[in-house]
């Protein structure tokens, strides 16, 4: 991964990171899981419309054979993900959500190099394993003993391999459209479904805390705008597992900022799970690419692939 794809995927998780503490600030503030996930998804939608329309801009249409294919995307990456993670918030912690959402570059590394045919190569793999293993760790630090697989948090792992295969598979569109051309198409055709969730939105929003509008305004405008450009922008420079090696890191944001903002206390074992996916994610970008590297320019690697 290059120098501008892990400075814009990094910028990325620490954005995201922040999302789920936010998202039970406003589930605690007066939002209902529905109308939160349409209200920040209007916001997003508007930016886009406002950038899409700004005297100048040259937005590219989508070509005929994509709608469809983009519809899906948004679909899934958008009304999918965000309603797993958000309605999953209901009864899970910020922390552990950051947590589950952070297995995601195990199941996008998978779909690339079935999909795509990445290469991920033996530190690769090495490197997701270990960032797995932290993950893990910050998830028992984090939710004890009594943690199980509840209905909040079968929809994170839902939302997490909606979300993986969203990253792999909109990699073929950077040929024909920019990332944020991409990601207004995704964020519009996702916003559709949310509709559902209209009646009595106005009502929610006059009713909830001013913390819980701010947060709601936020997750709106940085994670549901911001972030997927720059994501997408850190996707289109790099490899799609190599670049969603960096969500391990997720977590540990998750977890910092739901001990700042909501009070919730990481463990000792959660800081050493956060150390450990930190490890994942350097084996996987400086070990995994010097050694595809160096196997490319061999002599005999060349010989036996010419």
Do not use: C
Request: proline share 4%; aromatic share 14%; net charge positive.
């Amino acid at each position: 991964m290059n120098k501008q794809a892990f400075t814009l995927a990094f910028i990325t998780v620490l954005i995201w990171g922040s999302t789920f503490a936010a998202i039970r600030a406003s589930l605690h503030g007066g939002y209902t899981a529905g109308h939160l996930v349409l209200f920040r998804y209007l916001i997003a939608s508007a930016l886009f419309a406002i950038y899409a329309l700004w005297p100048g801009v040259k937005f590219k249409l989508p070509v005929k054979k994509d709608v469809l294919p983009l519809l899906a995307l948004g679909f899934v990456g958008i009304s999918i993900y965000h309603t797993g993670v958000t309605f999953g918030e209901i009864t899970v912690s910020s922390g552990t959500a950051g947590m589950l959402i952070g297995a995601a570059p195990i199941f996008t590394a998978i779909i690339a190099v079935i999909a795509l045919k990445e290469k991920l190569g033996t530190f690769g793999w090495i490197g997701l394993g270990i960032g797995f293993v932290g993950i893990l760790l910050i998830t028992v630090g984090s939710s004890g003993s009594s943690f199980t697989l509840s209905s909040g948090a079968m929809l994170l792992v839902m939302a997490t391999i909606a979300t993986s295969i969203f990253f792999v598979f909109q990699k073929p569109f950077f040929r024909r459209y920019k990332p944020i051309e991409l990601t207004a198409y995704v964020t519009w055709s996702g916003t559709i479904p949310f509709f559902i969730f209209s009646p009595g939105l106005f009502d929610t929003v006059q009713q909830a805390s001013m913390e819980a509008n701010l947060a709601a305004i936020y997750v709106g405008i940085f994670p549901a705008g911001v972030a997927y450009v720059t994501w997408s922008t850190a996707l289109s420079l790099g490899n799609a597992s190599s670049v969603t090696s960096m969500m391990y890191l997720e977590p540990a944001v998750a977890v910092f900022f739901g001990w700042v903002w909501l009070n919730e206390l990481p463990s000792v074992l959660s800081l050493i799970g956060g150390a450990v996916a930190l490890l994942g994610v350097i084996t996987i970008n400086v070990l995994g690419r010097r050694h595809l590297m160096k196997k490319y320019r061999t002599p005999a690697y060349n010989r036996n692939t010419s």
